[in-house]
Structure formats: C-alpha cells, structure tokens
C-alpha cells in the first residue's frame, strides 16, 4: 500500500542554518504530496503542496519538489528561525484516492 | 474562511469513564476525519467520512469506540469505555472533493485527552 517515510529526528540546527528534511514516498500513479507543520499544542497546518511531478511548493520560505524519479520531496529551508521549532510531516493523497497517508513526523529545534 | 473547529480542548477522565468530541467542519468540505495522534508519533485514521457515510473505519476501535456524522456536517467522538492507552489528541480534520478525489486536509486543533 501507500506509505511516507521521513527522516528520523530530532533535527537540532542553530539559528539561519540550512534545513534539509527528507521524504520519500511509495505510491501508485500520480499522488499529491503535502508537507503539514505541527507547532506545540497545536493542530496540523498545511505548509506547501504539490500535486504532479517537478512541481515546486513553497511557502514561509520553505520549498520542496516532487521528484517523481527518486519517489521524493524534501523539504528545503535556506535559513531557519528559532520559531520554525516544530514537528514536521511528510504527506501524501493519491491519485482518485480518499485518504491522507502521513509520515511519522520530524522534529525539528532550532536554537538561538 | 472559518477552520475546523473541536472541543473541548482539553479533557481528563479516569479510565472506564466514557468521553465524547465534537468537530464542526470547513462549511461544504465533504469530508470529514477523525485521527489520533499518540505523543511523538504521526496522526493515525480512526475513521474518514464523506457527507454522512463512512468511508474508511478499518482502524477504529468499535468495541470502544464511536463516531457519527449526522445529516453529513457536525461529527462526534466517542470513547467509552476509555483506558489508559487512549490517552493521544484526537484531530479532526476536513476537505473538499473534486473530481481528482479529495483535496488537501485542514485540521483543527485538536482535542488532548488524558486518561488516568
């Protein structure tokens, strides 16, 4: 069946480092692929999106591509900010499909 | 735009106590969610509603557990009874669908529901 993998964290950087968060994905067809951002005490929000292949999502700085080839959409930031510090998932909805598959979360902290 | 909105926020009942939650969708998202979420682990399906049927239940507990949609808008949770291992936050989340299927999920924020 479908399924997310993410990288396992937590991802600790210091303040305007580089953030790489990897996700890759198995799917069937054509998915549409989601990075959802989880701040403390809150509910999942949407970040970015992409639904086909080369697409490029971005929002609040932080980018990621579908790259159908390597079955991946990694999450990209070129400076992060102590208050990026969150939990990050990958996710994915196939093609037709009604169900939102999610990645195990990747915590990330940044430090001042 | 209003989101999806839960309550309560915060519950805390002793074990073999019955609790329930309540979501009210996005106005005109379809379908409906519910997911529980463990400390440090990923969101995990109870149970998908689109308008006043289910879609998928495969993971929900029904000996303990149980949700209704009524006339396809507002939904409840209910746990009862509750044990110590459903202690998690309960998400709630909503979204369109076209003719590709659904849209992306927008989640409200949550219930945290702590069993002792």
């Not at chain 1, 990621?64 to 990026?84: I, M, N, P």
């Not at chain 1, 939990?87 to 990330?108: D, E, N, Q, S």
């Not at chain 2, 989101?3 to 074990?15: F, L, T």
């Not at chain 2, 519910?34 to 507990?61: A, H």
């Amino acid at each position: 069946g479908d399924s997310v993998t993410q990288m396992e964290g937590p991802v600790t950087l210091s303040e305007e480092a580089f953030l790489t968060i990897n996700c890759t994905y198995t799917a069937t067809g054509y998915p549409s692929l989601f990075w959802y951002v989880q701040y403390p005490g809150e509910g999942l929000q949407l970040l970015l999106k992409a639904t086909k292949a080369d697409d490029k999502g971005s929002n609040k700085g932080f980018e990621a591509t579908y790259r159908k080839e390597t079955t991946s959409f990694h999450l990209e930031k070129g400076s992060v900010q102590v208050s990026d510090s969150a939990v990050y998932f990958c996710a994915l909805i196939h093609t037709g499909g009604f169900k939102t598959i999610f990645g195990a979360g990747t915590r990330l902290f940044v430090k001042a | 735009e209003a989101g999806v909105a839960q309550s309560p926020r915060y519950k805390i009942i002793e074990k073999r106590q019955s609790v329930a939650f309540w979501c009210n969708p996005i106005s005109g998202h379809a379908t409906l969610y519910w997911y529980q979420q463990i400390l440090g682990q990923g969101p995990k399906l109870l149970i998908q509603f689109q308008n006043n049927g289910v879609v998928d239940d495969s993971q929900l507990p029904k000996d303990r557990f149980s949700a209704e949609r009524l006339k396809g808008v507002d939904s409840t949770l209910k746990i009862q009874p509750a044990k110590l291992e459903d202690s998690a936050v309960y998400l709630c989340a909503s979204s369109l669908v076209t003719g590709r299927g659904n849209t992306e999920a927008f989640f409200g924020q949550g219930t945290r529901l702590t069993v002792v």
